[in-house]
């Protein structure tokens, strides 16, 4: 079990305040996670592939199809050879 002592060093190392209530709990929770990583280390990982999620993910893609879109919502008015649109900002 991890001591009362590391538990405060791991502490000042961190800048966490812990209550002196407190202490005992994290002593306890800190020597079970220590305590299953000692057991994670003992297993066989050879044969295992690596991977960077747990989950099998696919993107959900959509074909790319070329369109012409002309503005036409858009559109108020042609002037010359330019097109007058609609104002889509406001004025701050």
């Known amino acids: 079990m991890i001591e009362k002592q590391e538990v405060l060093k791991i502490a000042e190392l961190s800048k966490l ?5 407190k202490i005992d709990k994290i002593q306890k ?7 299953y990583v000692s057991d994670l280390k003992k297993l066989d990982t050879d044969n295992i592939p690596e991977m960077s999620h747990s989950v099998t993910i696919k993107n959900v893609e959509r074909e790319d199809i ?17 097109l007058v649109v609609k104002k889509i900002l406001k004025d701050e």
């Not at 305040?17 to 209530?21: A, T």
């Not at 929770?29 to 305590?35: A, F, G, M, R, T």
């Not at 070329?66 to 330019?82: F, H, R, T, V």
């Open 29 to 35: 929770d800190l020597s079970q996670i220590l305590e």
């Open 17 to 21: 305040k812990i209550e002196e209530s």
């Open 66 to 82: 070329p369109s012409k879109y002309n503005g036409d919502n858009l559109i108020e008015e042609k002037q010359d050879e330019y």
